[in-house]
T-cell receptor, first 113, second 115 residues
């Protein structure tokens, strides 16, 4: 079947580093997205990984291991504005999927001063 | 500025009434999508459209209907047949189909409450 797991909630301190994990199970993996969503607002695109390895974008980095069905989002130099939910989504190309995204429930990140 | 607009932000309806949620984009994107978001769950796809005058059902299409008469517009009607319509509804678009790895851009959402 198809499944995506993320921790429900995490807490970190301003200025620190936090890693948000995402594990997935799908028979037709073809790319993984990370989105940020502030409460009551629209998700905004952070990163896209389709090959194994680390993609770095400023304070945010995303890692993918296709063999382990695993990704993480790494946030450095945390700021209060990083308090949000982080959504992991996998593009599924298995038969009947219509190439649509399977979404995790999101990880709510709380930043404390 | 280009983007996606959804209106209204908050919508209240009585049970048994149909209601239409608006979604407009000026990004010149071909593909558009409707999701619903419920607490503790991932986004669930209701309908999507890859081109004008064509749309497909997503995972939870029952009780919903859409139209795609213009490239810019993809309204969603929540019918009285939808058993649990209270939710946060998100509209999204992408420059091309998801099968080619394009990211989605989301509108600000409409929070629908049905009592």
């Amino acid at each position: 079947g198809q499944n995506i797991d993320q921790p429900t909630e995490m807490t970190a301190t301003e200025g620190a580093i936090v890693q948000i994990n995402c594990t997935y199970q799908t028979s037709g993996f073809n790319g993984l997205f990370w989105y940020q969503q502030h409460a009551g607002e629209a998700p905004t695109f952070l990163s896209y990984n389709v090959l194994d390895g680390l993609e770095e974008k400023g304070r945010f980095s995303s890692f993918l291991s296709r063999s382990k069905g695993y990704s993480y989002l790494l946030l450095k130099e945390l700021q209060m504005k990083d308090s949000a939910s982080y959504l992991c989504a996998v593009r599924d190309i298995s038969p009947g999927s219509n190439y649509q995204l399977i979404w995790g429930a999101g990880t709510k990140l709380i930043i404390k001063p | 500025d280009g983007g996606i607009t959804q209106s209204p932000k908050y919508l209240f309806r009585k049970e048994g009434q149909n209601v239409t949620l608006s979604c407009e984009q000026n990004l010149n994107h071909d593909a558009m999508y409707w999701y619903r978001q419920d607490p503790g769950q991932g986004l669930r796809l209701i309908y999507y459209s890859q081109i004008v005058n064509d749309f497909q059902k997503g995972d939870i299409a029952e009780g919903y209907s859409v139209s795609r008469e213009k490239k810019e517009s993809f309204p969603l009607t929540v019918t009285s047949a939808q058993k649990n319509p209270t939710a946060f509804y998100l509209c999204a678009s992408s420059i091309g189909p998801l099968g080619q790895g394009y990211e989605q851009y989301f509108g600000p959402g409409t929070r629908l409450t049905v009592t």
